[in-house]
């Protein structure tokens, strides 16, 4: 079972640039998608029924901003939109979808930059990351194969981004926003992708679209995927998909044996 995470940065616009030539091609049976900013009015009859797939939207109140999405093989037994706090569930920034015993968490991470890059926002990312962590626990505890993905908006350790030294004040590498993220690994959570490769240096899942970054290799790895105890049993591999174009991410994978299904 592959299972793919990707901030498309716009569902609609990847659409153009190929995006169904490399679903259809890319042997996965569930593909979490981050930043679609689009309702579900919005898109035509071949994205929502596209065949062999089931598509789950949830978008933000506000056009054109946020939102995630879940293309999936076989439909979802259940899919919960909300994390219960009104100022969160506004912005479509989550899906926790089952399959089978499989929790699968498809989450936008807020930036913590506000409208001027002042870092404004980093109390509301990390209360949405304090809300998910709080939400999951009972399950994370309890045993049950937890996978979640995304959209993390912050770059874990200095090997996670190209220049450390000169972020060290820009949200994503604040050292608030790294504390939290490194409170989920402390509690048992795991990087799926640094447990199968180790600490590599050069691989990152965002760039910059100012002109020739991308192609230097100026960027960040702030995309992950977290499994819990219960679903490090079933991992078989995770991968970064640098060589997949069409947005300012590029996809990430993890593969896991069909019994994280099982109940």
Known sequence: MRIYSWNINGLRAVVKKGF???????????????????????????TRARDGWHLHLSAAERKGYSGV??????????????????????????????FGELLVVNGYFPNGNGK?????????????????FDLLDDDFQGGRPILVMGDFNTAHKDIDLARPKQNQKTSGFRPEEREEFDRWIRHGWVDTYRHVHGDVEGKYSWWSQRFGVREKNVGWRIDFVLA????????KHAEIHSDVMGSDHCPISVDVDDAICDR
């Not at 169904?20 to 009859?45: H, I, S």
């Not at 979802?76 to 506004?90: A, I, K, M």
């Not at 819990?228 to 991992?235: D, E, F, I, K, N």
Request: glycine share 6%; hydrophobic share 40%.
């Open 20 to 46: 169904f030539d490399w679903l259809d091609a890319c042997e996965g049976d569930v593909v979490a998608l981050q930043e679609t900013r689009v309702q579900w009015e919005q898109l035509d009859d071949a």
């Open 69 to 98: 999405g879940l293309y999936s093989k076989a439909a979802p037994d259940d899919v919960r939109t909300s994390l219960g706090v009104d100022e969160f569930d506004v912005e479509g920034r989550i899906q926790m979808a089952t």
């Open 116 to 132: 001027n890059r002042d870092n404004s926002r980093i109390p509301y990312k990390l209360s949405f990351y304090q809300k998910l």
């Open 228 to 235: 819990s105890p219960g679903a490090m049993a079933h991992l």
